[in-house]
C-alpha cells in the first residue's frame, strides 16, 4: 500500500525543479501511507509531476519503486493498492512480449497500460487500487479509483493545476493553498456523519467515484467515464439468477471466497487478519486457516465495558480454528487518548466513533504484521444490518396504520429517555436483547411518521434537518430521498443493500478502515469486496440472504463448514465505544470547549442553539444525542485543526 500525490499544469510553465520540489511536499504528508520508500518524477514541457510514498508489500526490492515507467517508456505510473491476479496478467503480458525486470504489480499495471490501454487494462483488474498513468505518446493522464471505493483518490483544480491525491492533506502542502469549505458538503456530513462522493469537505477538491477513470489531455477539461458500475451487477443478477440449490450455493459462495482470501494472502511480508469473532471476519479468518500450513495471525481489541466487548467472542472462535491470535484490552483512557489524533487521520470531518476501536486494532495489529485482511462488506452484500431484518417489517407494519396513529405512539416511545427502555430490556433473554436498546426505540421512534424513503432516511441520518443548522447551506436532494430508485427495486432489503453499497460503504466503512490502517502503515485487504464476489451477491435471491429472520444466511452456511454456530449466534454488536457516557464524564469539558457558542458563532459554520439545546438534553440524560453531538465535535476538532 502506497501514497500517491500529483497534478499537471494546465499551461505548462513551471522549472522542473519546482515542479520536483511542489510535489515532494505533497508526497512528504503521506509517509505514513509509505514509510520504506519514496520518489517523484517530473515532464517540466508538460507540466507533469508525480510523487509516491511506498509501503513494500510485493517485490521489495528496488524494482518495486514508484513512480515507475513501463519497458518502452510510453507510460509512468504512480499506484496505491494491491493487483490479486498480477501473475496472470503477467503470464498474458510476457506472452505479448512485455518484459519485466521484477515481479511487482505495479509493473504489471504499467506494462499492461503500455500493452492494452488504460480501460483495457483496469478492467482485467482483481483488486483494490487507486492510480495515475501519465501517457507520454497522448499527453494524457488518467485517474484510476477501483470499483468499490476500497482506496481513495481526491482531485480538483488548484492555481491552474489539476491535482489528486490520496489524502487531502497532500493536496493542502501545495503553495498557495486557499481552502475554501464547501457548506452543502457540511450539511451533508452533519446528516450522515460523513462526507459523501463526489464531495469533499472544500470546494473545488471532489472525490474521484469508485469505478471511473478521469482522463485528462490536451484541451485542459477532464473527462470521467465508468469501467464498472454497482447498476450493472444488480443488472445482471436480474438478467442471470443464480438457480442453485441451498448446498450447492453454499459450495459456490464457499469455493469464491477461499479464491478471493487466497489470492490476499501474497505477500512478500508478515501477515494476519482482524477477529472480532462475527460472522464476516470469522469467514475471513476461517478460509485464511484452511488454505494455511500454519496459525494464522489474528488481532482483536476488547473493552471492559461488556456491552462493547467482542474480544471473548474471537478468543473463542480463534481457539476452534487454531490461530496464533494476540488480544488487547483497551481502557476507556486509551480508547480516549486517541481523540485528538483523529482530525489529522481523516482529513476532512470524519464521525463513525468505531473510528477509535479500529485505529486501536490497527496500531495493536501492526506490531506484528504488515498486512491484514478483514471481513468489511458482508453487511451490505448479504443483508447483515439490523435495518434489513426490521425495515420490510417495519414498512409493512406502518403501511397498515394511519400516520396520526404513528406520530400518536412515537410521542409515546420518546415519553420514556432512553435508559428506562434499557432497563424494560433487560427482561429480554441476553442472547437476543439488542444493544443500546433505548437509543433504538428513540430511532424508531423518529421514523414511524414516513414512507419507506423517510424510514430508511431516518434511520441513516443523524440529523434529517441539518442543512438548518449549516449557515448559508440550502436544502438538496441526495440519492437517498429519490423515491423513483425506489421504484427500481422490488425488494425493500435490496434497495437499502444497493444504497448502502453505493455510499455508506465507500464513504463510511472504507475510508475509516484506510485511514485507520494507513495511519500506522497497516495494509488492510478486504476479500469480501473482491468484485466477483460482489457480483455474486446480487445474483442471489433473496432467501439466500435472509431466512428465518436471520441476515447473512448464506455466509452463514459457509462459516458453518468451519466453526459450530454456537460461537458465533449472537445479536450483532458492531465496533464502537460508549461515547454517550463519555460525553457526560470524562469529555465533557472536552466538549464544552469545542461547543462553546460564542466562538462557534464567531466561526459562523454551524448555528449554536439547537446544539447547545441537544447538548443540555444530553447531560440530563433525557435525551441520547451522542452521535448527532460527535458529529458537531469532530467538525469543531478538524475545523480548529485544520485553521478555518
Not at 493545476?161 to 503553495?175: D, G
Request: charged content about 25%; hydrophobic content about 45%.
Amino acid at each position: 500500500m502506497c501514497g500517491i500525490a500529483g497534478f499537471i499544469e494546465l499551461k505548462p510553465s513551471s522549472s522542473a525543479d519546482r515542479l520536483r520540489a511542489d510535489v515532494g511536499a505533497m508526497a512528504g504528508t503521506l509517509t505514513h501511507r509509505g514509510p520504506d520508500g519514496d520518489g517523484v518524477w517530473v515532464d517540466a514541457e508538460s507540466g507533469v509531476a508525480l510523487g509516491h510514498t511506498r509501503l513494500a508489500i510485493i517485490d521489495l526490492s528496488p524494482h518495486g519503486a514508484q513512480p515507475m515507467e513501463s519497458s518502452c517508456g510510453r507510460f509512468v505510473l504512480s499506484y496505491n493498492g494491491e493487483i490479486y491476479n498480477a501473475a496472470e496478467l503477467r503470464q498474458e503480458l510476457e506472452e505479448l512480449g512485455r518484459s519485466f525486470r521484477g515481479h511487482s504489480d505495479t509493473e504489471v499495471i504499467v506494462e499492461g497500460c503500455a500493452q492494452l490501454g488504460v480501460e483495457a487494462t483496469v478492467r482485467r483488474l482483481i483488486g483494490m487500487f487507486a492510480f495515475a498513468a501519465w501517457d507520454r505518446e497522448t499527453r494524457t493522464l488518467s485517474l484510476v479509483r477501483d470499483r468499490l471505493g476500497i482506496k481513495p483518490l481526491y482531485w480538483g483544480r488548484q492555481n491552474g493545476r489539476l491535482v489528486f491525491a490520496s489524502e487531502l492533506k497532500a493536496i493542502a502542502a501545495l503553495p498557495g493553498w486557499r481552502p475554501e469549505l464547501d457548506r452543502q458538503a457540511l450539511a451533508a456530513f452533519m446528516r450522515l456523519s460523513y462526507v459523501p462522493a463526489p464531495m469533499s469537505i472544500y470546494q473545488n477538491i471532489q472525490k474521484l467515484t469508485p469505478g471511473t477513470i478521469l482522463e485528462l489531455s490536451g484541451d485542459g477539461e477532464p473527462e470521467i467515464k465508468a469501467y464498472w458500475t454497482l447498476d450493472e451487477a444488480v443488472a445482471a443478477g436480474e438478467r442471470e439468477p443464480l438457480e442453485l440449490g441451498d448446498d450447492e450455493a453454499a459450495s459456490a459462495l464457499n469455493d469464491l471466497l477461499s479464491d478471493a482470501v487466497g489470492r490476499r494472502m501474497v505477500s512478500d511480508v508478515p501477515l494476519g487478519a482482524f477477529l472480532s469473532g462475527g460472522i464476516d471476519s470469522s469467514t475471513v479468518v476461517a478460509l485464511m486457516q484452511a488454505a494455511s500450513s500454519k496459525p494464522v495471525k489474528s488481532f482483536s481489541i476488547g473493552f471492559n465495558e461488556d456491552a462493547y466487548n467482542e474480544a471473548v467472542h474471537a478468543k473463542a472462535v480463534a481457539a476452534h480454528l487454531g490461530t496464533d491470535h494476540t488480544e488487547l484490552y483497551v481502557s476507556a483512557e486509551q480508547a480516549r487518548a486517541v481523540i485528538p489524533e483523529l482530525p489529522m487521520i481523516y482529513d476532512e470531518p470524519f464521525a463513525d466513533s468505531s473510528q477509535i476501536p479500529t485505529f486501536l486494532v490497527s496500531r495493536m495489529t501492526r506490531e506484528h504484521v504488515a498486512v491484514a485482511l478483514s471481513g468489511d462488506g458482508g453487511d451490505e452484500l448479504f443483508a447483515g444490518y439490523n435495518r434489513y431484518l426490521q425495515g420490510a417489517s417495519i414498512a409493512r407494519a406502518m403501511g397498515l396504520a394511519p400516520r396520526a396513529a404513528r406520530q400518536a405512539l412515537a410521542s409515546a416511545l420518546v415519553a420514556l429517555p432512553p435508559a428506562t427502555w434499557d432497563r424494560f430490556f433487560e427482561l429480554v433473554p441476553a442472547n437476543r436483547r439488542p444493544r443500546l436498546a433505548g437509543d433504538k426505540v428513540h430511532k424508531l421512534a423518529g421514523v414511524l411518521a414516513e414512507d419507506d424513503v423517510g424510514f430508511y432516511r431516518e434511520l441513516i441520518s443523524q440529523w434529517d434537518g441539518a442543512w438548518k443548522l449549516v449557515r448559508g447551506a440550502t436544502r438538496s436532494e441526495e440519492i437517498l430521498d429519490d423515491r423513483l430508485l425506489r421504484q427500481r427495486f422490488g425488494s425493500h432489503v435490496e434497495w437499502m443493500q444497493y444504497l448502502d453499497t453505493l455510499t455508506y460503504l465507500p464513504d463510511d466503512i472504507l475510508t475509516k478502515v484506510d485511514r485507520a490502517s494507513m495511519a500506522v502503515s497497516l495494509e488492510a485487504r478486504v476479500p469480501m469486496l473482491d468484485h466477483r464476489v460482489v457480483e455474486f451477491a446480487w445474483r442471489l435471491p433473496n432467501r439466500m440472504k435472509i431466512r428465518n429472520g436471520e441476515g447473512k444466511w448464506l455466509l452463514r452456511q459457509v462459516l458453518g463448514r468451519y466453526v459450530p454456530k454456537r460461537l458465533v449466534q449472537r445479536p450483532k454488536m458492531g465496533f464502537g465505544v460508549p461515547i454517550d457516557d463519555w460525553l457526560r464524564g470524562p469529555l465533557k469539558g472536552w466538549a464544552e470547549d469545542l461547543l462553546d457558542p460564542v466562538a462557534m458563532d464567531r466561526a459562523d459554520w454551524l448555528e449554536s442553539k439547537p446544539i447547545q439545546q441537544k447538548w443540555r438534553e444530553h447531560q440530563s440524560g433525557r435525551r441520547n444525542w451522542q452521535y448527532f453531538l460527535w458529529n458537531v465535535l469532530m467538525f469543531e476538532a478538524w475545523r480548529r485543526e485544520a485553521g478555518l
